[in-house]
């Protein structure tokens, strides 16, 4: 069964130091997103992105992060310098549509902790 | 503005049980609501629903939702220990994004 990959799975990083988050949607989706969940809090939305644009962001999503296609299947989340606060769960979805009924599916998530 | 909320926060009862847990919403445009089970990381889809009334069933569990009254349970029955994880419900609006609730935490214990 297809499904959603990230990498990494642990990432341990200094404030201050730029992270990139790693990708890999469903082969046939064309909507991606990224979420984040802070520890004992919940799910929240970040960036949803279709057509190599973002679609929408949330207040949390600004000028410190971005995302990119790269290529034909990567989907990646940079933090160019991280804080504190920015320690958390990620985690990358991706649906076929945007019809708003349709399933998004999510990655293992990849956990960072900056120190 | 947009929210989810769940109860109860959490629950804890006996193998063989029976549990109802409980989503409210408001949310403008509102076009599906989904459960998702998390475990140790990523949500597990579970359901999807956007009409009222419609039962949809997965062996133990079940669903519905209320679209007047703005809310949705999902039912497990004659619970087991591999049912204990955090349950999530989330609304989509006629963006992409999904509105998470804050998670029931339900504990089987044998």
């Known amino acids: ?115 | 503005e947009d929210k989810v909320v769940q109860s109860p926060l959490s629950l804890v009862v006996h193998e063989g049980d029976t549990v109802t847990l409980n989503c409210s919403y408001e949310v403008t445009n509102f076009r599906s609501l989904l459960w998702y089970k998390q475990e140790k990381k990523a949500p597990t889809f579970l359901f999807m629903l956007t009409s009222s009334g419609i039962e949809k069933k997965s062996g133990r569990l079940s669903s519905i939702l209320d679209k007047k009254e703005l809310f949705s349970i999902l039912n497990i029955t004659a619970t087991q220990t591999g049912d204990s994880a955090v349950y999530l419900c989330a609304v989509r609006g006629n963006t992409g994004k999904l509105i998470f609730g804050q998670g029931t935490t339900l504990q089987v214990k044998p």
């Open chain 1, 1 to 115: 069964e297809p499904e959603v990959t990230q990498t990494p799975s642990h990432q341990v990083t200094q404030m201050g130091q730029e992270v990139i988050l790693r990708c890999v949607p469903i082969s046939n989706h064309l909507y991606f997103y990224w979420y984040r969940q802070i520890l004992g809090q919940k799910v929240e939305f970040l960036v949803s992105f279709y057509n190599n644009e973002i679609s929408e962001k949330s207040e949390i999503f600004d000028d410190q992060f971005s995302v990119e296609r790269p290529d034909g299947s990567n989907f990646t989340l940079k933090i160019r310098s991280t804080k504190l606060e920015d320690s958390a769960m990620y985690f990358c979805a991706s649906s076929s549509r945007l019809a708003g009924t349709e399933t998004q599916y999510f990655g293992p998530g990849t956990r960072l902790l900056v120190l």
